[in-house]
C-alpha cells in the first residue's frame, strides 16, 4: 500500500533535474553512462514527453525519490525505461509501486505493447518484472542499449 506521504504523479518541471539525477545515479551504480543516456536525460520533454511519451514520480513530501518513464515507440507501443529509485529509498517496494502504475496505465489507456529491456546480471529486477506478468522474448538485433541482454514484454491482450 502507498502509505499518506508517498504520491505517484506525473511529470512535472519541477522534477526535472530529479529524473536526470536519479537515473545518472542509477547507471553509474550498475552499469555506465552512455553520451546518449544524458541526451535523453537532460532533454525529457523533447526526446520522451512530446512524441507522446510519459514520465512519472513517486515522490515523498513533494520530494521526487523514483521515476520511470513510458517512451512512445510506435502507435501504441511503449517503451518502459529510465526507472530509478532514491538509493536510501530501495528495498522498500517503491520501484514495484511504479511498475504497476505503468502496467494499469497502459491497461487504461490501450496500449498495444509495452516491452522493456534490462540486464540479466540485474536479478531482482528481473524477478520482479517476471512477478509482475513481463515474458521474456528474443532481444532484436538492432538492439537499442549496449548494457541490454534481455527483452521483455507485458502481456496486455
Not at 510519459?54 to 517512451?71: D, H, P, R, S, W
Amino acid at each position: 500500500m502507498i502509505n499518506h506521504s508517498l504520491e505517484i504523479s506525473p511529470y512535472n518541471s519541477t522534477f526535472a533535474q530529479a529524473f536526470y539525477d536519479l537515473n545518472v545515479q542509477w547507471l553509474q551504480t550498475y552499469f555506465y553512462v552512455e553520451p546518449y543516456d544524458r541526451e535523453v536525460l537532460s532533454k525529457p520533454l523533447e526526446y520522451i514527453i512530446q512524441p507522446g511519451g510519459k514520465i512519472f514520480f513517486i515522490t515523498q513530501n513533494n520530494i521526487a525519490i523514483g521515476t520511470v518513464a513510458l517512451i512512445k515507440r510506435g502507435d501504441g507501443v511503449f517503451e518502459l525505461t529510465k526507472m530509478a529509485i532514491e538509493p536510501s529509498k530501495q528495498g522498500k517496494n517503491l520501484g514495484q509501486q511504479l511498475l504497476k502504475y505503468c502496467t494499469n496505465f497502459a491497461k487504461e489507456n490501450n496500449f498495444k505493447q509495452l516491452y522493456l529491456y534490462s540486464n540479466t546480471k540485474l536479478e531482482n529486477a528481473i524477478h520482479i518484472y517476471l512477478k509482475h506478468g513481463f515474458k521474456e522474448v528474443s532481444i532484436p538485433q538492432d538492439n537499442p542499449y549496449k548494457r541490454s541482454n534481455i527483452k521483455m514484454v507485458y502481456p496486455l491482450h
